[in-house]
């Protein structure tokens, strides 16, 4: 009975250990998380404030020769890469917003947060979106296989019809071309 105890006890310490370790490892990934948040945001409000003094003193550095003709192809790519992401951005929370209504139409649980990681997966071009599909599909399989049919049904109808025409053709006809240093080539990013 001694010996049982003794085992009992080693286990429990050995587990308690272990347990102690993955704690530690779960919060260091945290912080580190929240720590690279933070950073970024440190890094765009600097770049919100200093980001103009930058430019005016590149812009001294350059030929006033050659200057308007960089800065209209500057420009030009800033409106490309501004318009790239204000699609992408809409385009993952028009899903986000869509797979919520579908799921919680369904009665899959937790819509709400599968619907942000939808948001999150489809800023990963080309296969952020399927790969979100597939995920939201098998939670989905899991609550009934008719909530698992409607939502692989909805992301084939919403990535073959709804996103292509809602935001896809007129950020890469318009958004991505430009004329480039005021001259009559085009440009195409893509």
């Not at 699609?87 to 139409?105: C, D, F, P, R, Y």
């Not at 049904?153 to 025409?165: A, D, H, K, R, S």
Request: glycine share 10%; aromatic share 12%; with cysteine.
């Amino acid at each position: 009975m001694v010996e049982v105890i003794q085992q009992a006890q080693g286990q429990i310490i050995n587990g308690l250990s272990s347990a102690g370790g993955s704690v530690f490892t779960v919060a260091g990934t945290i912080f580190s998380g929240f720590t690279a948040v933070f950073t970024v945001l440190i890094m765009t409000l600097f770049m919100e404030v200093e980001g103009p003094k930058w430019l005016e003193a590149f812009w001294r550095l350059v030929t006033p020769k050659h200057r308007v003709r960089w800065q209209r192809l500057a420009h030009g790519m800033y409106e490309t890469v501004t318009g790239y992401v204000t699609g992408n951005l809409m385009t993952s929370l028009l899903a986000a917003g869509l797979t919520t209504i579908v799921l919680i139409a369904v009665g899959v649980p937790y819509a709400v947060p599968l619907g942000m990681l939808v948001a999150i997966l489809d800023f990963i071009p080309l296969v952020g979106a399927t790969i979100a599909a597939i995920i939201i599909i098998i939670v989905s399989f899991f609550t009934s296989p008719f909530a698992a049919v409607v939502s692989a049904i909805f992301f084939g109808v919403y990535q073959q019809v709804g996103e292509p025409n809602l935001t896809t053709l007129d950020l890469w006809q318009n958004g991505a071309a430009f004329t480039a240093g005021g001259t009559d080539e085009r440009v195409n990013w893509c």
